[in-house]
């Protein structure tokens, strides 16, 4: 999906750009190619600079209730320093590096929910304005997919997968928010936790797979959630038995339930193991468009946004506080 924009902070007869990714999803720490395409507007011009945004919706907690933003995780210069002339048409190529921690937005072509795009920037005569909104796709490492797998084998269901703005304590998160996969118990598990959800934090080095359990409330018992911290290699992952590794992991995890609560270390004041208290200055509001429930490999998933312009409606006018990387 592509949709082109005229540059309207620049006057009408600006000129507009067009940015096409290169087809098929990608990876987490992988490269990114595509090519911005410049028309020449109604006078000649001097692009300053050329910016590329990831961006994406995420969920935050306001005072009263949740809400949705925006958040650039990260920016891309791609070009720039040259003289476009009237109607004149220009391509700028580029390559860029995902980061380690981008979400997952599909599995095996089916799209889990989060919502990623691509925003294009160009700068003139100190002018900057947002110029195409590209949806962009990314799949699983082979140990995110493997252990997802594995979940499946295992009887449990995929129930949502979202974007949490803030940070996990004790972790070497980087990026703004992280990404939680709810998971569903199979009937034999259902009486000890309600829910499992699933964090992967990707670095170069490895994986650190963080897993909460939210353990149903009993007659006499209070509901109370543990969390754990677990490790995985990327190079072992075609070696590994990651039925029995995730079988270990959930054991661990289940068996936590006897302890009271979870590590303090993932915790804040108000027992909640997932937010340190990001600035909100690279935030944007806005307001998503909802997704709707589909089923793939016997596991539920989101489908995707038709237009993803919709999901980051809104977010034109307050982009004054995001941070340039």
């Excluded at 493997?146 to 070497?172: K, P, V």
């Excluded at 797979?209 to 149903?216: C, G, S």
């Excluded at 489908?303 to 307050?318: K, L, Q, R, T």
Aim: hydrophobic share 40%; with cysteine; net charge negative.
């Amino acid at each position: 999906m592509v949709f082109k924009k005229l540059l309207g902070a620049l006057g009408v007869g600006g000129p507009s750009v067009d940015t096409v990714l290169q087809p098929g999803p990608a990876l987490p720490g992988g490269l990114l190619s595509g090519e911005v395409r410049l028309r020449g507007g109604g006078s000649d011009v001097t692009v300053d600079r050329i910016s590329l945004l990831l961006v994406a919706r995420v969920e935050r907690e306001g005072q009263e209730e949740e809400d949705e933003a925006t958040v650039v995780l990260e920016r891309f210069t791609v070009g720039g320093g040259f003289r476009l002339a009237e109607e004149a048409d220009h391509t700028v190529p580029f390559t860029v590096t995902l980061p380690w921690e981008t979400p997952i937005t599909e599995l095996h072509g089916q799209h889990l929910g989060p919502v990623l795009g691509i925003r294009t920037e160009l700068e003139i005569a100190g002018a900057r304005d947002k110029g195409d909104l590209d949806a962009l796709a990314v799949g699983p490492l082979p140990a995110q997919e493997a252990i997802l797998e594995a979940f499946g084998q295992l009887g449990y269901a995929f129930r949502s997968a979202d974007l949490e703005l803030g940070h996990i304590r004790g972790t070497g998160q980087q990026l703004p928010c992280y990404q939680e996969i709810e998971i569903l118990p199979p009937a034999g598990h259902a009486h000890a936790v309600n829910e499992i959800e699933v964090t992967f934090i990707a670095a170069p080095g490895g994986l650190e797979v963080v897993i909460e359990a939210d353990k149903a409330a009993g007659l006499f018992t209070e509901g109370h959630d543990t969390v754990h911290r677990f490790t995985a290699s990327h190079h072992a992952a075609p070696q590994t038995d990651w039925n029995a590794q995730v079988d270990a992991w959930l054991k661990e995890v289940i068996a936590g339930h006897e302890s009271h609560g979870a590590p303090p270390s993932y915790g804040d004041e108000h027992g909640d193991r997932h937010r340190s208290g990001p600035g909100a200055g690279a935030v944007v509001a806005g307001v998503a468009a909802g997704v709707a429930v589909g089923v793939v490999g016997g596991m539920v998933a989101a489908e995707v946004v038709d237009e993803i312009g919709d999901a980051f409606e809104g977010d034109e006018d307050e982009e004054g506080g995001e941070e340039e990387g």
